[in-house]
């Protein structure tokens, strides 16, 4: 599994699956999340609302995950993360890791060979953008190795993702994203 960080806008991304930093409601937002759904077109919102009806009538919590399409996305999943906000007292990197475990399983079980991640958090939530990266490089690998534990080359690997790529938006995260890549 390739795992590889990137200059550039995850909306344009050619991937399986592209995880979007959103709040709890899923109305809709700034930052990514605003970008995603302006790529995506109005029936992201439309597919939101209808988890919001059913599902989600509380909203997503801090730290877990959902799914819905992409539309008009080139990606065909988008998986919808929230996380923690520092300026609410949300500090405890628990909940930051857990933006970036859940949606690997989520892209798992829906078949997916390819995802990319923003630097959730790093935005209006107010983490540095270091601290970010640390935790969603090292939370990545700790899930790799706990999946591919026992996996042996020449076989399909077990959850099928070939690809991880971390999109960022300025050459401020790309620099803290492989810094965190090329620590051994
Ligand atoms: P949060 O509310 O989780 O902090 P933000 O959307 O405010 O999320 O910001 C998260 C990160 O995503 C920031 O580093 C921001 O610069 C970056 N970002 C904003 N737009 C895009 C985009 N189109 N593609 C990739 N990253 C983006």
């Keep these: 599994m ?10 344009t991304q050619d991937v399986d699956v592209v995880v979007n930093a959103a709040n709890s409601s899923l109305l809709g937002g700034g930052g990514v999340d605003g970008a995603i759904h302006a790529a995506a077109g109005p029936r992201l919102l439309d ?6 009806r059913t599902t989600l009538p509380g909203g997503l919590p801090v730290g877990d995950a959902v799914a819905t399409p992409g539309f008009g996305l080139p990606a065909r999943w988008v998986v919808h993360t929230v996380g923690p906000n520092r ?5 405890d990197p628990v909940l930051l890791s857990s933006c970036f475990a859940r949606p690997l399983e989520l892209a798992v079980g829906l078949g997916a060979s390819s995802v990319a991640f923003p630097a959730v958090s790093a935005g209006v939530y107010g983490w540095a953008v270091e601290d970010v990266a640390r935790v969603a490089v090292g939370t990545v690998r700790v899930w790799q190795e706990g999946t591919e534990a026992g996996w042996s ?6 959850h099928g993702i070939e690809l991880v790529r971390f999109v960022l938006f300025s050459a401020t995260a790309l620099d803290a994203f492989r810094a965190e890549l090329d620590r051994a």
Aim: hydrophobic share 30%.
């Design 47 to 52: 597919a939101c609302r209808e988890l919001r």
């Design 2 to 11: 390739l795992i590889e960080a990137v200059l550039g806008d995850i909306t």
């Design 153 to 158: 080359p020449g076989h399909p690997r077990p």
């Design 87 to 91: 300026h609410r007292g949300q500090t």
